[in-house]
T-cell receptor, first 117, second 113 residues
Framework: GAVVSQHPSWVICKSGTSVKIECRSL??????MFWYRQFPKQSLMLMAT?????????EQGVEKDKFLINHASLTLSTLTVTSAHPEDSSFYIC?????????????FGPGTRLTVL | AQSVTQLGSHVSVSEGALVLLRCNYS??????LFWYVQYPNQGLQLLLK??????LVKGINGFEAEFKKSETSFHLTKPSAHMSDAAEYFC???????????FGTGTRLTVIP
């Protein structure tokens, strides 16, 4: 099946620094990738939709200048949390849509746990 | 607009007992429906999906779900629970051609030995 990886799986940073999270589709080309945020014991909240070669589409309430998304290739999207603060601590999960898979299935990465001190 | 309701944030079953996790959806057009499982500190793994073919969908790990249009439901079942089934389960809905997946709030399954 389709595999999506994320790197790093866990990161701790100081307040005010920036953190980059990578999302890769390993065995398929993903024209569309998604970034979700999950708070403890809650469901996933879609942050933005990332389209290869174009600007990301952000959900209402998500600061595009704080959460920078780049989708430079068909297999890689990056999320950069700029000037991170403790309230940005969360579990960030990406997914990629495999257009060859029926039903517009999204395949999820293993997630990145961000802790901002 | 689509939405998903998962009844019961926590479900406990004995090992070997039937697992039933409920999901009801709202969609203005024929939906695509998904069940995902999440183990602690991990991403989501696709269990199964309904894409307008057979209404009874079989997934991995012995799970299956039945799409019932009249009840707008897509409940997840497994005949016999295993300890390894303990996890968080999410139901999700999308529309054909749409990018967004709308998730339910999740159901935490506990399996009692």
């Amino acid at each position: 099946g389709a595999v999506v990886s994320q790197h790093p799986s866990w990161v701790i940073c100081k307040s005010g620094t920036s953190v980059k999270i990578e999302c890769r589709s390993l065995d398929f080309q993903a024209t569309t990738m998604f970034w979700y945020r999950q708070f403890p014991k809650q469901s996933l909240m879609l942050m933005a939709t990332s389209n290869e070669g174009s600007k990301a589409t952000y959900e209402q309430g998500v600061e595009k200048d704080k959460f920078l998304i780049n989708h430079a290739s068909l297999t890689l999207s990056t999320l950069t949390v700029t000037s991170a603060h403790p309230e940005d601590s969360s579990f960030y999960i990406c997914s990629a849509r495999d257009p060859t898979s029926g039903g517009d299935t999204q395949y999820f990465g293993p997630g990145t746990r961000l802790t901002v001190l | 607009a689509q939405s998903v309701t998962q009844l019961g944030s926590h479900v406990s079953v004995s090992e070997g007992a039937l697992v039933l996790l409920r999901c009801n959806y709202s969609s203005s057009v024929p939906p695509y429906l998904f069940w995902y499982v999440q183990y602690p500190n991990q991403g989501l793994q696709l269990l199964l999906k309904y894409t307008s073919a057979a209404t009874l969908v079989k997934g991995i790990n012995g799970f299956e779900a039945e799409f019932k249009k009249s009840e707008t439901s897509f409940h997840l079942t497994k005949p016999s629970a295993h300890m390894s089934d303990a996890a968080e389960y999410f139901c999700a809905v999308s529309e054909l051609g749409a990018n967004n997946l709308f998730f339910g709030t999740g159901t935490r399954l506990t399996v009692i030995p």
